[in-house]
């Protein structure tokens, strides 16, 4: 393969483009299971790590070393822009974010800041610009959260398993919903675009927690403000990746967002996905992460399974269904990169 990292194997998959292998990268592929982040959390909190350019260097490329994927992600968290924008939390262990005051009224909307990412996120651009230098003809993934998952902390106050006070206020206050929306959508804008200019080679959206709403409440709630971020991160002319988790009710809602890649989990087949939504966007997934946890013959059963509908297909990239799972031994997710490397690919020419 060539050593610019934009006509890599991934880059070439996300714009559904001939690859020469399948390429394979995993959500949280920088993390607990790795005895050397392990190590290194003994030292520092993950925020500290995140506000530390060399460490997301460190962290971020490491996982790559090990693991032989196609792609890094950033290492980072969804939560690390809100800080600039006057909202205060901390990460829990065993709980996630925190926030200190939850935002339940247009008082509290109104009060948030722009993102100027040059001045505020300087230690993540710094960090993107080291880790791109030490990768080489490895592209780099930027991301943010999507609005609705970082407005589900924001207003709940931590992690929800109803979402009962952010549904509250979508249905019942218009101006406090529309307003953070707003102010979310635009700073991921900012922020990703910030991301691209550093060096990222393309940007996911994490908007995890988005399978909790019906489709009319997306359509109507979430996929405006998702539409105006993919429209105006188009300009970028890098791959837009769009993930969630239960969302196969929503697949045809997000597929109209402008996104060019869709992240699936592992309760929908990707053929299924295929078939619905026809082959004009690039497909990444879908391992149960599970599987990772219980042996070698059911991750390789897995993936096969996953591989005989999307190998030969364009525009496909192999990953989990979701975040790898702390549990997981590293050497089980090497062989996982080894064996989807060694999947015969039909020959097709490189443009």
């Known amino acids: 393969m060539t050593s610019n990292p934009l006509t890599s194997r991934f880059i070439r998959a996300c714009w559904r483009q001939p690859v020469d292998r399948i390429p394979v990268w995993f959500m949280r592929q920088a993390g607990r299971y790795q005895p050397s982040y392990r190590a290194l959390r003994r030292q520092y909190s993950l925020l500290e790590i995140a506000h530390r350019p060399e460490l997301i260097q460190q962290v971020t490329v490491t996982a790559v070393e090990d693991l032989q994927v196609d792609a890094a992600i950033l290492f980072s968290d969804i939560m690390v822009p809100l800080e600039p924008m006057g909202i205060g939390f901390d990460i829990q262990e065993a709980v996630g974010p925190v926030v200190h005051e939850p935002i339940r009224t247009i008082g509290q909307v109104e009060r948030l800041k722009p ?19 030490a990768l080489g003809q490895v592209p780099l993934i930027g991301f943010s959260g999507g609005p609705f998952t970082l407005a589900s902390y924001v207003i709940e106050g931590g992690p929800s398993r109803t979402y009962q006070w952010t549904k509250s206020i979508m249905w019942n206050a218009p101006n406090v919903w529309s307003g953070l929306m707003e102010r979310l959508a635009a700073m991921v804008v900012t922020y990703l675009t910030a991301q691209v200019a550093a060096g990222a080679s393309a940007v996911q959206v994490f908007d995890s927690w988005i399978g909790a709403l019906s489709r009319p409440d997306y359509e109507r709630f979430v996929e405006p403000y998702m539409t105006t971020i993919f429209a105006q991160l188009k300009a970028l002319q890098v791959p837009l990746i769009y993930f969630g988790v239960g969302t196969a009710h929503l697949l045809p809602a997000m597929a109209r967002t402008g996104a060019t890649v869709l992240g699936v989990d592992w309760r929908t087949p990707l053929r299924h996905v295929r078939r619905l939504l026809g082959d004009e966007w690039a497909l990444q997934g879908n391992l149960d992460p599970v599987r990772l946890l219980a042996g070698w013959p059911a991750v390789k059963d897995g993936a096969e399974d996953i591989l005989r509908d999307m190998g030969n297909q364009p525009g496909f990239i192999f990953n989990l269904g979701h975040g790898v799972p702390k549990e997981t031994d590293p050497v089980t997710l090497r062989q996982l990169v080894d064996w989807i490397h060694h999947w015969p690919v039909e020959p097709a020419p490189m443009k």
């Not at 040059?118 to 993540?124: E, I, Q």
């Open 115 to 133: 993102v100027n990412p040059s001045r505020d996120l300087d230690f993540v651009l710094e960090g993107i610009e080291r880790t791109v230098a």
